[in-house]
Nanobody, 125 residues
Framework: QVHLVESGGGLVEAGDSLTLSCAAS????????MAWFRQAPGKAREFLAA????????RYADAVRGRFTISTDIAKSMVYLQMNDLNPNDTAIYYC??????????????????WGRGTQVTVSS
């Protein structure tokens, strides 16, 4: 069992940066995948980034590569999403997710076993 709690969301202006945090409790296995997704109003859930719990093999969606950075702190069981140069299209609820020991990191939400409740990010123009 894994319990995930996101934090760090808020209201920012276009061009600002924001770092989201996700605290993971319960199972700790360096092979697990930790990922960030988001869902904007009226839109489908969107994959953003994933990484092994030990920080290896980060994978990014094309839409955010170069602007978002995923990282982990294995000692603290945390995963972070640093977001730069935010724009109003980044407004969404951001979710942290874990997939148990996958062979490869997935972009598909259905593969992930555990989810947090999300944190709201709102970017004003």
């Amino acid at each position: 069992q894994v319990h995930l709690v996101e934090s760090g969301g808020g209201l920012v202006e276009a061009g600002d940066s924001l770092t989201l945090s996700c605290a993971a409790s319960g199972r700790t296995d360096s092979r697990d995948a930790m990922a960030w997704f988001r869902q904007a109003p009226g839109k489908a859930r969107e994959f953003l980034a994933a990484v092994r719990r030990n920080g290896e093999s980060p994978r990014y969606a094309d839409a955010v590569r170069g602007r978002f950075t995923i990282s982990t702190d294995i000692a603290k069981s945390m995963v972070y999403l640093q977001m730069n140069d935010l724009n109003p299209n980044d407004t969404a609820i951001y979710y942290c997710a874990v997939e148990i020991a996958p062979v490869s990191l997935s972009i598909y939400g259905r593969r992930y076993n555990y989810w947090g409740r999300g944190t709201q990010v709102t970017v004003s123009s």
